[in-house]
């Protein structure tokens, strides 16, 4: 077996949405929270596997753009949501 490199690592680890800056460019990897988190995102149009950018940030929270869907997320939500950066 060989192992991946490092830098493939860290392209690969996900981190929560709330560390990244604006014009960030991200993949949704995983939601760290209960059903009702899941389906209150899926019912916002956010699930695993989309594609997002990180427009604003409000106060703790983000604003993000989504198949042409903008989505203002608390910074609770925003902290459970992680995503693998691809910009």
Do not use: F, W
Request: glycine fraction near 12%; hydrophobic fraction near 40%; aromatic fraction near 2%.
């Amino acid at each position: 077996r060989t192992m991946p490199a490092v830098s493939d690592k860290i392209a690969c680890n996900p981190r929560s949405l709330s560390e990244l800056r604006v014009g960030q460019h991200a993949r949704i990897a995983e939601i760290r929270g209960g059903r009702e988190l899941t389906r209150r995102l899926l019912s916002l149009g956010l699930r695993v596997g989309m594609e997002v950018d990180v427009l604003h940030r409000r106060g703790h929270g983000v604003v993000v753009a989504s198949a042409g869907t903008r989505v203002a997320l608390g910074a609770g939500i925003a902290d459970k949501l992680y995503v693998t950066p691809l910009s």
